[in-house]
């Protein structure tokens, strides 16, 4: 059966209170519509899901990503209206669309996928999804007669106090056959108290014409979660974060205390890592087995190898290799790149650097635009002077060389195998190989 999704994502968000569209904001590391339309790619569309959003939504467009197509919705006349906008792109092309909302970013794939499953198995024109709520406030209610035969959905603003106490809701996800969809679009008239046009009442059209609508039952009213407030955005992000880390615990991952790690959606572990509390793993970092991480680590687009430690530090686009010990205190920024059992310590900065394979940087310093070779001793207090005010300069440190505490390296400068800088120095020129300099500025001692 052919399928695709339409994806509504053009109201105002009147309750969430932001100058970015709901649907943008991050949820678990990722936009929230993104998580809506991985899942639904996950169910397996036949084509790329259309998202409908307003004319002045840039930032939606770029929190829905690539591989959708996108429908613009002029005015926000109600979700029935924004479904019609997808028309033009969809009409004809697949046997039976889904229909959902940017603002549901926790119905599983799975739930996508029972729904077109039922939707075929019995020949239905409308399948909707729906789930018994302790507390259904804020969601349309399912009115059935009495053979249970669904009659229609009623807004909360529409309910009379008996419907508004039905404890079966609406989710919000609904399948329909494509060529009965336009047509009954068309026919849906604006809400006499609202003065929107309701998509719940399509439902109303198919059972008023004798069609078959039939429903699949939530079990989890966890996924039923609507996101239109902030405290809906955190109770989401609870729910997002104990399915990952579960998930990540299942993979051989121990979490200290799952209720205090923090990890985005696209990050992936190896087994027997271990993560503290008060860890942050973000973006797209990667890591490797058997690695300490925090507590207090905040690691973003980070790429640690086997075997590291990782303690109360803040990694961002860096990338470790085996068993290299960081912190704590320590922080790695874009473009540094740490060679095997490099040891940084407590208030080191690195910024756009190599380092080669058992250099030790244990204690405060700064390098930056630097490549540091194999098995060298970075000082206390050692710094790169990369800037000058106007450019930044290359730092040049061979292997072995031995760098005493607080030298001042004036780039563009080069430091040569196994020379050595006595504590103190100001170096502004090169240093050849297997030399000691010390002083301000640094000269070689066969000179002095
Ligand atoms: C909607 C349903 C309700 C259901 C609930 C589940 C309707 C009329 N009501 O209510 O039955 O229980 O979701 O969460 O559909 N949107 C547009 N254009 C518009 C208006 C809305 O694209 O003109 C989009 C919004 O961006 C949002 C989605 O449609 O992503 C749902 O709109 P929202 O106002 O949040 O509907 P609810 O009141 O939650
Ligand atoms: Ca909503």
Not at 355 to 367: A, E, K, N, S
Not at 382 to 396: A, E, L
């Amino acid at each position: 059966m052919t399928w695709t999704a339409i994806v509504l994502a053009a109201g105002l968000s009147t309750r969430f209170k932001s100058e970015r569209p709901k649907v943008a904001h991050p949820l678990a590391g990722r936009p929230m519509i993104r998580h809506v339309l991985e899942a639904l790619r996950a169910a397996g569309c036949s084509i790329p899901p259309v998202v409908v959003i307003g004319p002045t939504a840039p930032a939606a467009q770029e929190a829905a990503g690539p591989d959708v197509q996108f429908a613009i919705q002029p005015e926000p006349r109600g979700t029935g209206d924004a479904a019609r906008w997808a028309r033009p792109i969809l009409q004809g092309r697949v046997a039976h669309i889904l229909i959902t909302y940017g603002d549901l970013p926790l119905v599983r794939p799975e739930t996508f996928r029972r729904m077109i499953e039922t939707h075929e198995a019995r020949g239905a024109t409308l399948t909707l999804l729906t789930v018994h709520l302790a507390d259904p406030t804020g969601y349309g209610r399912i009115v059935r007669d009495s053979e249970e035969r669904v009659l229609r959905i009623v807004e909360e603003a529409e309910a009379r106090p008996e419907e508004r106490r039905l404890s079966e809701v609406n989710v919000g996800v609904y399948v329909v056959r494509e060529p009965w969809l336009w047509p009954a679009l068309s026919r849906l008239r604006p809400s006499p108290v609202k003065g929107e046009i309701y998509l719940t009442d399509l439902v109303a059209l198919a059972a008023a014409e004798g069609a078959q609508v039939e429903t699949v039952l939530l079990e989890d009213p966890e996924e039923a979660l609507g996101i239109n407030t902030r405290a809906h955005l955190a109770e989401a992000e609870r729910i997002l974060r104990r399915r990952i880390n579960t998930r990540w615990m299942l993979e051989g991952v121990t979490l200290v205390d799952p209720e205090r790690v923090y990890i985005g959606t696209d990050v992936i572990i190896g087994p027997d890592t271990v993560i503290y509390p008060d860890t942050y793993l973000e973006g797209q970092t990667r890591i490797g087995r058997r690695c300490r991480i925090g507590p207090n680590a905040i690691l973003r687009d980070a790429v640690i190898g086997d075997d590291c430690v990782v303690e109360a530090s803040v990694v961002e686009g860096a990338t470790l290799a085996d068993r290299v010990h960081v912190g704590p205190f320590a922080h790695l920024r874009p473009g540094t790149r740490l060679a095997e059992e490099v040891h940084v310590g407590n208030f080191a900065e690195i910024k756009n650097s190599t380092v080669g394979p058992r250099t030790r940087m244990h204690h405060f310093g700064y390098l930056g635009d630097a490549t540091v070779g194999a098995n060298v001793n970075i000082g206390a207090g050692t710094v790169t002077c990369n800037y000058d005010g106007v450019r930044k300069h290359p730092t040049i440190i061979e292997d072995e060389a031995f760098i005493g505490s607080d030298t001042m390296l004036v780039a563009p400068v080069r430091v040569g195998r196994k020379a050595k800088t006595g504590a103190g120095s100001v170096v502004t020129r090169d240093v050849p190989p297997e030399t000691l300099v010390y002083g301000v500025p640094a000269r070689p001692r066969s000179s002095s």
